[in-house]
């Protein structure tokens, strides 16, 4: 009996060290892991509110709401990517703190490499058009100078 | 220095400076006519049906669907808007002025209650022929709302044309609406 009673609280431990571990936010209970991808993917979204800040962060009404339904798809098992997707598909690509590389945004990944060339354009042609080294003294040349400089 | 060298170098950032400053000046200039408005983001729903839903109605209303808004017999709006909502109150006289031009108007109250939802009516008058509520905010956010107000355009074949996010503005009613409703009647 005091066995089998033992046996059952060891049963119950780590089911209540489970239940502990739970998580509770934005009305939806997860676990830390599940939590944490909650953090990451909302830390990727932006609120449309207070446009500067992420979803994550944001106080506004809409960004909580948005974090309950991450939460929500995240402990119904929907892939990260079909999350980012239902935000894209009703707010845009602009709903995206990194904008993803398409037609709109090549001209902005592209800056920097555009920077790059024009920079070294700008070298190149500067080099280019800049005179060409004297060339050294003869000796006469030297004495003459010498004869200058004494 | 060669003098065509002399006068780019001090031509081009000239130049450069210019044209930024006239830029800077027509964005704040529009800004200042609310004309434009940096934040306004474009909606995916442009050029798509409206998403799934249906929405009761308001205390007295007949709320709609989205296969109400399928195929209106003329060009019509979509208001969202909230009786806490400033903004709103400000645009009030706006939507009687087109109502009574003769445009139709749907409203639908975001996240609000019957009760605050009446006072609002008893105040600022009603220029919405249906009324529907999302007290729950969900239809919002299939919607792709992000504040209230905002103001859908829908032509008669049931599609977005055009979403306005913020109070609408005699500019914006003359700039924005007013084309469209002449392109798509």
Known sequence: MKIKRLLFALLLVPGLALAQAMVQRDGVILTPAQEHRAETIGSQLRCLVCQNESIE?????????????????????????????????????????????????????????????????????????RAKPVAPLTEAEQARLDELLK | MSPLRRRLLFGVPLAMAAVGGVGFYTILRRMQDNDYNPHTLPSPLIGKHPPTFALPGAPGFQGFSNTDLLSPPKPMLVNWFASWCAPCQEEAPMLHKLAASGITIWGIAYEDTPDALAAYLQNFGNPYQRLATDESGLTAINWGVYGVPETYFIDKTGIVRLRYPGALTKEVVQNRLMPLFKQYS
């Open chain 1, 57 to 129: 962060e944001s106080s506004a009404g809409l960004a909580k709401q948005l974090r309950t339904i991450i939460r929500q798809q995240v402990v119904q098992g929907v892939p990260d990517k079909q999350i980012m997707q239902y935000m894209v598909h009703r707010y845009g690509i602009f709903v995206l703190l990194k904008p993803p590389v398409s037609p709109l945004t090549w001209l902005l990944y592209a800056s920097p490499f555009l920077a790059l060339i024009i920079g070294f354009l700008v070298y190149w042609l500067g080099r280019r058009n």
